[in-house]
């Protein structure tokens, strides 16, 4: 299994989103705030830009970075500063990879790819629990997501096949 990238390597990363929100700043003329940049990211995901409520910060997988550096330092960095940017820039209403995050891409001289292709059989995965329930004609498994709203009062879910309520089981 592979390891996650080091503190050397993570140095890096911050140096290198730094460098393009400087260089964000310099074609747009004018100053942009510092949000925070972890490294919690898991799964099949290499980086993500994350809004909420007011909380702004980009996300990255360490696990992605490690085995493909060199490629997420020149493509994931310059996508994930260049969603923050165009938010800032341009507030909501722009489409993530509409032609505002293309032309700053460019700008970058960054891949405006938005998905890669690459094998990550090694990289840990996330996983989700499953609740079992029950309605009158078979079993459903359902995510933890789901079984927290339904235990919160705050939801509840029908068989798409008998059209009755799932009910937990425990």
């Not at 898991?42 to 409520?53: D, E, I, L, N, Q």
Request: include cysteine; proline fraction near 4%; aromatic fraction near 12%.
């Amino acid at each position: 299994m592979i390891e996650p990238i080091n503190g050397e390597q993570r140095k890096i990363v911050l140096d290198q989103t730094e460098a393009f929100i400087v260089q964000a700043e310099q074609i747009y003329s004018r100053s942009f705030k510092r949000i925070p940049v972890v490294f919690d990211l898991r799964g099949s995901t290499a980086g993500m830009y994350k809004v909420y409520g007011k909380r702004k910060w980009i996300r990255f997988n360490p696990w992605i970075f490690s085995k493909y550096f060199d490629l997420s330092l020149n493509d994931t960095v310059p996508h994930e500063v260049a969603h923050f940017i165009v938010d800032e820039f341009y507030g909501k209403g722009v489409k993530p990879h509409g032609i505002q995050w293309k032309n700053l891409m460019a700008r970058f001289e960054a891949d405006p790819g938005v998905t890669f292709n690459l094998d990550i059989s090694d990289i840990p995965q996330r996983t989700q629990n499953t609740h079992q329930y029950v309605c009158l004609c078979d079993t459903h498994e359902m995510s933890t997501t789901r079984h927290n709203r339904v235990m919160r009062g705050k939801g509840s879910y029908q068989c798409r096949n008998c059209d009755g309520e799932l009910i937990y089981v425990g």
